[in-house]
C-alpha cells in the first residue's frame, strides 16, 4: 500500500493497514530472556520492555544505536484569547534556542547519543482561533500530519516527538475532552504557570471550543481543535509504525496527540510506551484511558519531548541487558 495520503480518510485507511510487531522475534526475545543469569522476573518492568522493543524492530537480540528526536513548533491563534501566562513571540524564539543547542530538550538528546531534528511548522500564520472556527482547514490539517510523516528518519530505531508552542496545552486539554469525554475543567491545567483567573479563562475557552466543534470524530477533533505540531507528532508516531520502528511518548501534548490515533484505530498505539508522567494533571487520566504505565515520575512538564528523551536511557539499559547479559549455558552458571 502507498506510504502516501492526500485526506484524513486516506490517512485513517494507514492506520487501518499497520503493520504488527514480529511474532517469531517476540517468541526468541522472550525464550532469550528465560535463559539469562538472573532470577526470573528479577529485572521487572525492563524485560517486558526488551521483549516490546524486540518484536517491534524484528530481532530477537536488538540493539539501540539510532534514536531519533523531533522537536515540531506551531503556533496557534486560540492565544489571542489570553489562555497563556506567555505569548506567542516565545514559540519562534525556543525555536532558535533548539537549533543553537541551548534547549534541555537538546543536552538530553546528546546525553542519550540522539539524532535531533527541529521542524517548525509555518510560526507566521497561527492556526485559527478555536473559538471562532476549525483550527485547521483539512487540508492545513493533513500537510501538518505529513510534516511529521516525512520527518521520520527510516534508519531510526526508536523516535521520541516532542514540541513547543504557546497555547497547546489549551489544544491539548479540548483534545482530551473531545476524546474521551467529561468536562473541560477534568482537562485543563496550568500548562505554562496560569494564575487561578488565567485557569478559569482557559477553561471558558476550552469549554466553547467543545461545544462549537464536538460531537466529532477523532481526526476532526484533531482538525478543529488541535495545531500544527500535534498533528505532525500524530503524523510521525504514525510514521514509525509503519516502519515498525518503536514510540517513547512524551507528556501531556504529545499524549493528547497520540490518543488521536488509538481512538481512530484500535491498536494504532502498540507500538508506544510512556515515557514519563507529567505533572499536567489531566496526562494521569488520559495514560489510564490508553492503557499506558510510564516508565518514570519525576514532576517535569516542560515538554519538548524532554520526559521522552530522558526514559530512552531506561530503553537503553533494558536492551543493554537482555542483548548482552550472558545465558546461563554461557556463563556456565547452573539455573537450578
Known sequence: MPQTFATLSEFRALLEA?????????????????MLTKPPGALGRLEDLAIWYAG????????MEAPQVIVFAGNHG????????????????MVLNFQHGGAAINQLSKAFGAKMDVHALRLETPTQDFTQSEAMSEAECVAALKAGWDAVDETADVVVTGEMG????????????????????????RGTGVDGAGLAN???VVAEGLARHTPC??????????????AAMAGAIASARAKRIPVILDGFICTAAAAVLEKTVPGSLDHTVAGHLS????????????????????GLRLGEGSGAALALGVLKGAIACHSGMATFAEAGVSDS
Not at 217 to 230: F, I, K, N, Y
Open 56 to 63: 517491534w524492530r524484528g530481532d530477537a537480540k536488538p540493539t
Open 18 to 34: 499497520a503493520p504488527n510487531q514480529d511474532a517469531a522475534a517476540v517468541s526468541g526475545a522472550q525464550e532469550r530472556n528465560g
Open 279 to 298: 505533572a499536567e494533571g489531566a496526562h494521569a487520566n488520559m495514560l489510564d484511558a490508553l492503557g499506558k504505565e510510564p516508565l518514570l515520575s519525576l
Open 217 to 230: 470524530d477523532p481526526l476532526e477533533a484533531l482538525q478543529r481543535l488541535g495545531g500544527r505540531e500535534l
Open 78 to 93: 486560540v492565544t489571542a484569547q489570553g489562555v497563556s501566562a506567555f505569548p506567542a513571540e516565545v514559540t519562534e524564539q
Open 202 to 204: 482557559k477553561t471558558r
Open 166 to 189: 504557546i497555547g497547546n496545552t489549551t489544544s491539548a486539554a479540548a483534545i482530551g475532552a473531545a476524546l474521551f469525554g467529561g468536562d473541560a475543567g477534568d482537562w485543563v491545567g
